[in-house]
């Protein structure tokens, strides 16, 4: 079985391409992030087409996640509980974003995350994104304690790069987002629960990096960042067999600003 995560920034700018990809390299499972549509948007009959059920939650032009799978997909939820509100808006009440969806596919648990960006640190959207990651670490390490054989995926666009080494240059980001230590500890909470990046061990960094800003060359500079994982559960990463970072993916016109992760896994 192949699981693959994609930040797609916009399914219905790359629904072409995404159905190519997804042909191209025989995927099973495809969990995406922001994919920035409302549900009756989604071009759901595109993949349909190709053998998937399709799962998607979007509320507007921003956030969005969904799941699309060809080997079953069951008792889809949207966001995990215990899942912080926001208000997009002064005044606006807060309310549950599109950053969650999960789903039972092929006998795995599949969670397509979408963390908050944080935008700059002291902002309260860094807050929001810290109070997020909190409920998550609360929400995935009690699917563990209730269940320490459960097969659960936490996969998606984390908007962390945990370690130096998941960053171009760490010191450009010194006093921004995604490399702070209260960002950093977050994600090893999550980690930490039980949780295994099955990623790092078959892609290893330095110079290996899931997301490249479309602004000043950083692609062809190859100045990114690995922001995008896989966590798996126990007996889920017993099941890894390989993993890559498609970055072919990220070249061309109309290409996303992230590249896909796959990951194989063992029957």
Request: glycine share 8%; charged share 25%; aromatic share 10%.
């Amino acid at each position: 079985m192949r699981l693959a995560t994609w930040n797609v920034n916009s399914i219905r700018t790359r629904a072409d391409r995404v159905a190519a990809w997804l042909q191209r390299r025989d995927v099973d499972v495809l969990a995406l992030q922001e994919t920035k549509c409302r549900d009756d948007q989604f071009p759901e009959q595109r993949f349909r087409e190709l053998g998937y059920e399709v799962a998607h939650v979007g509320h507007s032009q921003w956030n969005g996640v969904a799941v699309l799978s060809r080997v079953g997909l069951t008792d889809v939820e949207v966001g995990f509980p215990g899942m912080p509100t926001w208000a997009a808006k002064e005044g606006a009440d807060p309310t549950v974003e599109a950053r969650a969806l999960g789903a039972t596919c092929g006998g795995v648990r599949v969670w397509s995350l979408y963390v908050p960006n944080g935008r700059a640190l002291g902002d309260p959207h860094y807050d929001y994104k810290l109070e997020w990651l909190a409920a998550l670490r609360t929400a995935a390490g009690g699917w563990l304690a209730a269940d320490p054989t459960a097969q659960v995926a936490l996969v998606g666009d984390w908007n962390i790069a945990p370690q130096d080494d998941d960053v171009w240059d760490v010191r450009v980001f010194a006093t921004s987002t995604h490399v702070s230590e209260p960002e950093r500890a977050a994600f090893r909470a999550v980690v930490e629960t039980g949780y295994t990046d099955v990623v790092r061990p078959l892609a290893p960094g330095p110079g290996v990096y899931t997301y490249w800003d479309y602004t000043q060359l950083r692609f062809p500079r190859r100045e990114g960042m690995r922001i995008d994982f896989q966590l798996c559960s126990p007996a889920l990463a017993g099941r890894v067999t390989n993993a890559l970072i498609d970055r072919e993916e990220r070249k061309g016109k109309g290409a996303s600003d992230h590249a896909p992760v796959v990951v194989e896994l063992s029957d």
